[in-house]
């Protein structure tokens, strides 16, 4: 069989079925059709039929990440918003900022986000915003894979809700299958139930999963209890969402309750955790373990760079590992190989692309990340899920491969013009960083 | 006057009086001398009688950073104790390997680490270990400044405390005044009384403060009180050791009561506070906003990479931030200069160097770090104290200078044959990973 691209001689970080991670050195990657073809002890190339080949000795191949919950283009609005609280992010800085935002904007965000994603081996994104056709045609000229959603607010009306599924239609399986797209309502605290029924109808329609808000921190929780006599994951029960594939960004106000209620949708939820967002905003921590428990997926998330400052998942992964250690009381908590699997196997579970993506092996799609783990903060290796976990940098990721096709070899973008992208966005920074409150997108008052 | 080296056209980071920080853009550092001798808008190279100059143009100049707490040479087993107790680490893993060190390890390990450091814009380090002699002979030759303690038990005997204060004498204003030496008993639950009062007669005697464990956890402090009566930081006092210059590691299980105690001390004692060790040991926090209100300096460190996995003291810095916000369960603790100026004024005060290290201002010793933050992970740049806390990576320090002498520049050091060391340090790797438990060096028991 000929093989479009072969990666020639790295190490290939593959799982057993037992969730442990190994790797097999001197490995080659045969890819075909966009998907891994074969994994196979390096032979010369003169050997293969290879139509490409990257040269990958001395690297580390592992799954491209993926970044189950961001709003990309919110890259536009890093450093924006320091050292406040939830209200005042919200309600002084990024619903007023937002208003400024124009399709454009969305199209240049959406480009500079990707290339910190690609550049960091993120390799898919689940990502929630506005201007969506714009989002998407980035996600196509980039190369990246993505699952996504228009953002809607029930103070939009329906027919922004409608055309936010005629957008979903529009783009599904777009850039040659690899753009997914899913219906996006904001939250249960700023979509009533009428508009998240109607927004299932649409899915059920489309045949497509919705990713939403939903239960933030404590407080929403304690909000929506005292105000409707419901938990937020209670709402996406009663309103039907939770019968579809689901994504339900942060979670961490989900109460045990919730997840004894989760456990009935296990097989087709997911909830994304974005630790960084989470400690910024002191907003508690998603319930891992316990969803875990009820069969609910956890993947990893960035959320937005206004509240994360980055798109890099690789530091959530950290994070993740750190923050159940600590908060557990207990070093033996989230070993290293559970960590792993929740980045790779977890976060493809979440945004339902299990079996097609977060693992290296045949018959996966060629979604890869090759690493250099030869840097003095790496070394001495003695291990190298713990390089993954708490040592590397994602400056260390030297070639990225999507759906077969090299996007980054050896820290150069192949598909993107990343100085063009930064002028673009430094051109609109003064104007979008204007703030008047009164302009604000939405009130936050959940 | 002549200029030793120019700085040409970078920003500058300043310290304000009020402690906020701002940047004076298209500035030149001069350096005469070793130290700073002028900070001015820039002029052309011509105009200036310079010895040397470093093109600085569209970089961000920041003092250098400083480790106030490590054990260098652990770099040597990175990732070796990965998911166990405090208790494991120390009695199965950390101590059983450390019986295989030998001077020649230590040397390399040092060496190693100080390269990691160097390329993260790390310049000073306090460090905290073993055969000194050959930590101080890589610190000499990597360019790099440092504050160095030899670690000692009471186990190892007077004659084993006298030696490690004839090294003390031997090394002090070493490297031509950029290695200091102060002593380092390990801790109050492996030093008794006696030996801490005659290390305080060793430090009087030669003139030097005193770097210590004490209260790591609070399991720590409740076996002290439970055992003695007294809290670890009490036997601090009741020893002398707090009338000296004092760098106390960790501080986890530091008790309001301590700190009132330390109150008194406050102008000469600093707590080293090591987030990344923390989450991952799962040892609490520092107390440090009480200690900062009794006038405790507060300064980051990594402590060795066996806990923390990496020697970056940028990550610390950003843990600090938002560990202190999470756990304060507010966005607005510790806010983007207050976190800055732990890093850099905190740091220097906790190892006695207030005044000449931790700010670029003239008459301060020329420690320097020049970082790119035109990377996409920066961008756009609304906020450069965001960009440092929250979203710069190492890999993003270019040029560094100590003592006003490039030690790497543009990614290339400048005093170490990197590539030599690794291939050191690989070939002791497997022999220094036997684990034999009855070989430790010391029991953990405290």
């Not at 966009?34 to 690297?59: E, N």
Request: glycine share 8%.
């Amino acid at each position: 069989m000929t093989i479009d691209l072969l990666v020639h001689n790295c190490s290939v970080l593959v799982r057993g079925d037992d969730g442990v991670y190994s790797t097999l050195p001197n490995h080659d990657i045969h890819i075909t059709g966009g998907r891994i073809s074969a994994i196979a002890p390096t032979q010369p190339v003169a050997q293969l039929d290879a139509r490409a080949v990257v040269a990958a000795d001395g690297l580390l191949a592992t799954p491209g990440l993926i970044n189950t919950h961001a709003h990309t283009p919110m890259v536009l609005f890093r450093g924006i918003a320091e050292d406040v609280s939830v209200n005042r992010w919200f309600n002084e800085f990024i619903w007023p900022v937002e208003s400024n935002l124009t399709a454009e904007d969305v199209y240049w965000g959406m480009l500079l986000g990707l290339v910190e994603m690609i550049e960091a081996g993120v390799t898919t994104v689940a990502d929630h915003y506005f201007f969506m056709d714009e989002a998407a045609r980035a996600v196509s000229e980039a190369g990246a894979r993505a699952l996504l959603g228009w953002a809607v607010f029930a103070s939009q009306g329906y027919a922004a809700l409608d055309a936010t599924a005629a957008w979903v239609e529009r783009w599904q399986g777009g850039a040659g299958g690899r753009i997914r797209t899913w219906m996006a309502p904001h939250a249960p605290y700023t979509c009533d139930d009428d508009f998240l029924r109607a927004t299932v109808a649409h899915a059920r329609r489309l045949g497509v999963g919705i990713h939403i808000h939903a239960a933030e921190d404590p407080a929403q929780t304690a909000s929506s209890l005292a105000k409707r006599g419901v938990t937020p994951i209670q709402v996406l029960e009663q309103t039907g969402i939770l019968e579809l594939p689901t994504l339900i960004a942060h979670g961490c106000g989900i109460l045990p309750e919730d997840v004894e209620l989760l456990r009935a949708y296990g097989g087709h939820v997911g909830v994304a955790h974005c630790p960084k967002t989470y400690l910024k905003l002191a907003s508690g921590l998603t319930p891992i373990r316990p969803l875990q428990g009820a069969g609910v997926a956890i993947g990893l998330g960035s959320d937005g760079a206004a509240s994360n400052n980055t798109l890099n998942i690789w530091e959530s992964l950290r994070l993740m590992a750190l923050t159940q250690k600590f908060t557990a009381n207990d070093p033996e908590v989230m070993p290293l190989h559970a960590a792993l699997d929740i980045a790779f196997t977890g976060s493809a579970t979440a945004i339902g692309m299990a079996g097609a993506l977060g693992r290296l092996a045949p018959g996966y799609l060629a979604d890869i990340a090759l690493i250099d783990l030869s840097g003095a903060h790496n070394q001495p290796l003695h291990s190298i899920p713990a390089a993954l976990v708490y040592s590397m940098q994602a400056a260390d990721v030297r070639t990225v491969i999507v759906d077969g096709k090299v996007v980054m070899q050896d820290r150069t973008l192949r598909t993107l013009d990343k100085a063009e992208i930064i002028a673009q966005v430094n051109r609109s920074m003064a104007r979008l960083a204007q703030r008047v409150p009164e302009r604000r997108i939405q009130v936050y008052n959940p």
